[in-house]
C-alpha cells in the first residue's frame, strides 16, 4: 500500500525559513509529478509547486523567487525549500503524487499534510 508522509513542518518567524519533505512507501515501480499544495482556514486547496519526472518546475506567482521544490528518485522523495516566510505562508500543506506500483495502473495519492505557521 503507497502512503505519502510529509515532515518538516512547524512554527517559524517571517522571514525565516523551513524544509518540506515528503517521503513516498510502498511497492513502487515509478512516480511521475510530484506536487506541493497548501490550504490556508477557509480557503481554498492551492498548488503551491511542481515537479516532473525530467525536473521541470512550476510555482504559484506568490512564491516563485522564494520556495524551491526538489526530488530524490532514489528516495522517492519531494521536498519544499521555504524561504524568506511570510504570514501569508500559512497553512497545512500536502503531498501530492502521481505513482505506479508494481502491476498496476497509475493512480494519485495525497499525504496526510503538515502545518506551517509563520508569525509575523
Known amino acids: 500500500q503507497v502512503q505519502l508522509v510529509e515532515s518538516g513542518g512547524g512554527l517559524v518567524q517571517a522571514g525565516g525559513s523551513l524544509r518540506l519533505s515528503c517521503a513516498a512507501s510502498?511497492?513502487?515501480?515509478?512516480?511521475?509529478?510530484m506536487v506541493w499544495y497548501r490550504q490556508a482556514p477557509g480557503k481554498r486547496r492551492e498548488l503551491v509547486a511542481g515537479?516532473?519526472?525530467?525536473?521541470?518546475?512550476n510555482y504559484a506567482d506568490s512564491v516563485k523567487g522564494r520556495f524551491t521544490i526538489s526530488r530524490d528518485n532514489a528516495k522517492n522523495t519531494v521536498y519544499l525549500q521555504m524561504n524568506s516566510l511570510k504570514a501569508e505562508d500559512t497553512a497545512v500543506y500536502y503531498c501530492?503524487?502521481?505513482?505506479?506500483?508494481?502491476?498496476?495502473?497509475?493512480?494519485?495519492?495525497w499525504g496526510q499534510g503538515t502545518q506551517v505557521t509563520v508569525s509575523s
Open positions: 515537479i516532473g519526472m525530467s525536473d521541470i518546475t
Open positions: 510502498g511497492s513502487i515501480f515509478s512516480i511521475s509529478t
Open positions: 501530492n503524487a502521481q505513482i505506479r506500483e508494481y502491476g498496476s495502473s497509475w493512480y494519485e495519492y
